[in-house]
């Protein structure tokens, strides 16, 4: 790994980190535009062609949506095949709806003058939720997309997930939809799949929210589609960031900055240290889990995007990590709380060298959907709160509104729209 130390070349590294650049952007874009036009004119047809052209190309269309059958074949194929598995499920499930059930909002209200006023908790209806499928099977992201969608309350969840050669889906995400009580499971993947969900096709049904994350073509294609249908946040490829100092362990650091390497060509891994000699012994101790590992997915993104910088003490390196605003963010310090007071931006802050980033992977309850590149200076990981709307409620009791509609009248009046005014002005009259 790359390793920075003078000013200068950190303060270069971090002005084009802090606008994260994929290099190929307007490309990416104009592909993602292409697909998004295709499916909304031509819908099933180009989810088919799509799907045949990026994932399968013998699958046909009456084969996109997953049957009972496949769903109920799967789980019983991983129970055979490991039934701690469906154990770790379950307690994954425990934990993550444990952890949810503290996010959920209640309506409330209140009464003034024999009014009432409030606000209505009202669960979305129907939502999509996008599980990666393009290098490998993601069941725990089944279950960090739809627990808070039950908890809740939405009617329906609609999961697209991309096939593989073979036309099949993973038999351990299809028993996580099982586990989870998915309504809908459709073979599809990258930016089609979204906008099948935003459109609506034969097929697929529309949506009201897309949540969940993906490669640069999903989180891309949720962007552009922020509007037609809402989206989550945009959870692309992964980061993490650690924070040392010359207490933590060399070992463990590396192994955590190449867990994440290995979503993506285009993850980032990065360390900020106070000591010279961490910084070494990181990069010499990834050089060797690369090479033991034979990782050419980590390889490139470590390649890319793997840098280790070397500040001056760890009110810097929070600094650096509010710029940067890192999906993941380790602290691995002696006074570790003394660093998370200073951290305002990152996705998830895992604290001390038992709170590995893959223990909120995979089970320690805390949502795994989180915002990437720079995006975690205004969002927030998912969570119940983005299935549900809220709606106001306003009750006027007469003795409230004699008080209050002179001042609206007045108000409305000088905004100069004169029928806001007359419609409090007839009640008045009446009075
Ligand atoms: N931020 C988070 O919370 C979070 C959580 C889990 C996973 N992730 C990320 O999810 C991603 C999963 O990516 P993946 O690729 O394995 O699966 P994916 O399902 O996101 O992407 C696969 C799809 O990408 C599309 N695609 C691939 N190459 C394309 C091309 N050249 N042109 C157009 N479309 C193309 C295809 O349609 C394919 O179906 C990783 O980046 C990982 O880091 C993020
Ligand atoms: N680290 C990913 C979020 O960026 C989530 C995940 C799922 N499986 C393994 N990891
Ligand atoms: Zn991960």
């Given at each position: 790994m790359r390793i920075l130390s003078s000013k200068q070349q950190i303060e270069n590294y971090i002005e084009t980190a802090k606008i994260r650049k994929w290099g190929n952007e307007e490309e990416i874009e104009q592909k993602v535009r292409r697909i998004i036009s295709d499916v909304k004119d031509k819908k099933d047809e180009a989810l088919l062609y799509y799907t045949r052209m990026f994932d399968c190309k013998g699958i046909c269309l009456n084969e996109l949506r997953v049957v009972q059958e496949e769903i109920e074949r799967a789980y019983f194929e991983c129970e055979k095949e490991d039934s701690d598995f469906i154990n770790a499920l379950n307690a994954a499930y425990k934990n993550i709806y444990e952890y949810h059930m503290r996010q959920k909002e209640e309506s409330w209200f209140y009464t003034k003058n024999g009014s009432l006023l409030g606000q209505i908790i009202i669960p979305l209806k129907k939502v999509g939720i996008y599980v990666p499928g393009g290098k490998g099977a993601y069941p725990s992201t089944v279950l960090m997309n739809s627990i808070p969608a039950k908890v809740a309350g939405v009617e329906k969840i609609i999961m697209v997930t991309p096939p593989d050669k073979n036309k099949s889906i993973s038999k351990y995400t299809l028993a996580a939809a099982k586990i989870c009580g998915i309504d809908e499971i459709y073979k599809v993947g990258g930016a089609q799949a979204v906008a099948a969900l935003a459109f609506g096709t034969q097929i697929i049904p529309k949506v009201d929210k897309i949540v969940g994350p993906g490669n640069i073509y999903v989180a891309t294609a949720k962007k552009l589609l922020f509007g037609y249908v809402d989206i989550d946040s945009v959870a692309g490829p992964s980061e993490v960031m650690v924070i040392a100092d010359g207490s933590a362990n060399p070992k463990y650091i590396s192994a955590d900055l190449l867990s994440q390497a290995?979503?993506?060509?285009m993850a980032r891994c990065i360390l900020v240290t106070t000591s010279l000699q961490i910084a070494q012994e990181v990069s010499e101790n990834v050089d060797k889990m690369l090479a033991r590992f034979e990782h050419s997915v980590a390889f490139e993104a470590i390649e890319k995007n793997g840098v280790i910088i070397v500040v001056d003490d760890l009110f810097e390196a929070a600094e650096i990590a509010n710029i940067i605003a890192p999906e993941h963010l380790e602290i691995c310090c002696n006074d570790a709380e003394k660093v998370l007071f200073k951290i305002r931006n990152a996705g998830a802050v895992f604290v001390g060298e038992y709170s590995p980033e893959p223990i909120g992977d995979y089970i320690a309850g805390p949502n795994h959907v989180l915002p990437t590149s720079g995006t975690a200076s205004f969002f927030s990981p998912l969570g119940v709160y983005d299935f549900v709307k809220r709606m106001s409620l306003i009750k006027y009791s007469k003795e409230q509104f004699l008080t209050d509609a002179p001042h609206a009248i007045n108000i409305a009046q000088k905004e100069g729209f004169l029928f806001h005014a007359n419609s409090l002005k007839v009640r008045l009259e009446d009075v």
């Open positions: 290995e979503h993506d060509p």
